[in-house]
């Protein structure tokens, strides 16, 4: 059964620091992606990634196809970085499975 | 180019009738998802379509279907609703395609309808 976990649920930061989101899969994927849905609903997928690391800014997002782990990093975090960060693993099928998500609250 | 675009936004609707959800996929996307949100199981795949043809579905009951027209666009319909079934339906589009059977697209998503049963 493909399941995806992500920790922790919810994360309170101060405007700054730097912040890590862990997402780990349970099967072998074709491609592990990133979102982020800001209140009100709409979702924007951030990164897609099957091996190694991408950088956009200051999101970083990291993957470790053995251990079947994937990180995203959040530098200099600030309050428009608040969000739930939302990891999917890419089905067979073109579908997504997705994590519960992981809220994100940056304090100025 | 624009994005992805749902109709309605919101949606109120009574349990035992039924409702007819719109997307407009990204022009050239021929692959359009769909997934519904709700605060208790998050979000979970209901089907996907390519070309007209339904690949894959979720685990949902039959009360959920969907088609996709020629031009990409694609419909999802919600039969005897239930309580249940209040929730923020999304709809992702990609280029889609399969590269050996395994899929590397990325999804873009629609604003999503809100759908309350009462």
């Known amino acids: 059964k493909n399941e995806v976990e992500q920790s922790p649920q919810n994360l309170t930061a101060q405007e700054g620091e730097f912040i890590t989101i862990n997402c780990s899969y349970s099967?072998?994927?074709?491609?592990l992606h990133w979102l982020q849905q800001h209140p009100g609903g709409g979702i924007v997928s951030l990164f897609m990634l099957s091996s190694g690391k991408k950088k956009h800014g200051r999101l970083i997002a990291t993957i470790n196809i053995q251990e079947k782990h994937s990180s995203l990093h959040i530098t200099a975090s600030h309050p428009r970085d608040s969000a739930v960060y939302i990891c999917a693993q890419g089905g067979s099928q073109g579908n997504l499975i997705f994590g519960k998500g992981t809220k994100l609250s940056v304090k100025p | 180019k624009a994005g992805v675009t749902q109709t309605p936004r919101y949606l109120i609707k009574t349990r035992g009738q039924q409702v007819t959800l719109s997307c407009s996929p990204i022009s050239g996307h021929r692959s359009v998802s769909w997934y519904q949100q709700t605060p208790g199981q998050g979000l979970q795949f209901l089907f996907e379509y390519f070309s007209e043809t339904q690949r894959n579905k979720g685990n949902f009951p039959g009360r959920f279907s969907g088609r996709q027209f020629s031009n990409s666009r694609s419909e999802m319909n919600v039969s005897t609703l239930e309580l249940g079934d209040s929730a923020l339906y999304l709809c992702?589009?990609?280029?889609?395609?399969?590269?050996?059977?395994?899929?590397?697209?990325?999804?873009?998503f629609g604003p999503g309808t809100r759908l309350t049963v009462l």
């Open positions: 992702a589009s990609s280029t889609a395609g399969l590269a050996g059977g395994r899929s590397y697209n990325e999804q873009f």
């Open positions: 099967v072998g994927i074709s491609a």
